[in-house]
């Protein structure tokens, strides 16, 4: 704090990122990465663009990489919107699209930077409560609202919502931007890109930095009407108008045209998952079904915080959110085979040093 500050960034409660620890050798299951690399075809464009071409500016419009977007999903490069990680584009959408005559709504239980953003850029919002198990129930979306957002699969529960649903809550909400971030889609839940064609009001947005193991590269992108796309574009070029780097454009375009190796590593990460519950089942863990990269887990008899600080102990990082309602669980990252391994190794051996409180 400091009487230089405006007033309003005093007020901020800015959102924290998943720890990234300096401390080799660690089995890192924080903060939702992809545990395999980056297709080799995107390292390879990357490596091949490292040359006197950084002394230019990128393309302000990142077209060779709209086009890539628009082609794969079916789209016109004019209904795609490309920035730096979806958090900057979900950033332009809450500051772009959202309205500040009623509250937005998103669940009460969901990604933690949508309050962050509505403190950034001012703008009323109720959270919804989930049903039970975590499930977002369509029907508690039918009230007055000046925009409605959540992540399908649901953050940092991985529940999905059919798109079925998605397609209900649209038509109850015809006047309303609807945005479903699919940062985590990938890994088995059913994308609502194939309805932006009949929902003017819907943006969609993924990232390329879960399922194409990009996180460092940042990259993300929304698809929804062409006059949605424009919104963003006017923000975009009142702030930054080159979100994406050279490196960026060409990396990004070339995992997307990397398919086998994307659908190969989408695979392991969701096997991984199946084993990985089953043995969490083993050990008297309760799981929420989870369709995303990650788990979110709670064990009757053990206190979460003491079952992280015993993890972390034996090297093993997870993340906990001390929040009411979720505090008993812990949300981990899917990693691969071996790694699942040591992190059941190392509950196995917390579970049997921490006493379970009497019921
Ligand atoms: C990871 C994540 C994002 C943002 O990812 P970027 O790295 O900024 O593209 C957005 N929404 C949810 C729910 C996420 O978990």
Same mark, same amino acid.
């Given at each position: 704090m400091s009487r230089f500050w405006s007033p309003l960034i005093a007020t901020l409660s800015p959102y924290v990122p998943g720890e990234q620890p300096k401390i080799a050798n660690l089995v890192k299951l924080n903060t939702n990465e992809n545990p395999y690399g980056p297709s080799p075809k995107a390292l390879a464009a990357i490596g091949a663009a490292v040359d006197d071409g950084l002394r230019l500016y990128p393309d302000p419009d990142a077209s060779a990489l709209k086009q890539v977007l628009a082609k794969y999903h079916g789209v016109q490069p004019n209904q795609v919107f490309v920035g730096n990680g979806s958090d900057e584009v979900l950033a332009f959408i809450f500051q772009a699209l959202f309205q500040?005559?009623?509250?937005?709504?998103?669940?009460?239980?969901? #990604?933690?930077?949508? %309050?962050?953003?509505? $403190?950034?850029?001012?703008?009323? #919002?109720?959270?919804? %409560?989930?049903?039970? $198990?975590?499930?977002?129930?369509?029907?508690?979306?039918q009230r007055l609202n000046g925009g409605i957002i959540f992540p399908n699969p649901n953050a940092p529960t991985g529940r999905a919502v059919a798109r079925d649903e998605i397609e209900r809550l649209l038509q109850a909400n015809p006047d309303s931007v609807v945005v479903v971030d699919e940062a985590y889609v990938d890994f088995g839940a059913q994308s609502a890109m194939g309805l932006v064609e009949c929902y003017p009001n819907?943006?969609?947005?993924?990232?390329l930095s879960k399922s194409r193991s990009l996180a460092g590269l940042r990259v993300g992108f929304a698809v929804g009407h062409a006059d949605l796309i424009e919104a963003l574009i006017r923000v975009k070029d009142s702030f930054n108008s080159y979100p994406l780097d050279r490196l960026a454009i060409v990396g990004a375009a070339a995992a997307y045209e990397d398919e086998p190796y994307f659908q190969h590593t989408r695979q392991a990460v969701i096997d991984s998952r199946t084993a990985l519950v089953a043995q969490m089942d083993a050990l008297g863990f309760e799981t929420v079904p989870s369709a995303a990269n990650f788990i979110f887990?709670?064990?009757?008899a053990h206190d979460a915080v003491i079952v992280a600080a015993g993890l972390r102990a034996q090297g093993v990082i997870v993340r906990h959110f001390n929040k009411p309602g979720i505090d008993q669980y812990l949300r981990i990252t899917i990693g691969t085979v071996e790694q699942n391994h040591a992190l059941i190794a190392a509950l196995s051996a917390v579970l049997a040093v921490t006493a379970a409180p009497l019921a």
């Open positions: 500040h005559d009623a509250p937005i709504l998103f669940p009460d239980v969901t #990604y933690s930077f949508y %309050p962050v953003y509505c $403190g950034l850029y001012q703008i009323a #919002y109720r959270t919804v %409560p989930l049903r039970a $198990g975590f499930a977002l129930a369509v029907e508690d979306y819907l943006l969609v947005t993924q990232t887990t709670r064990h009757p």
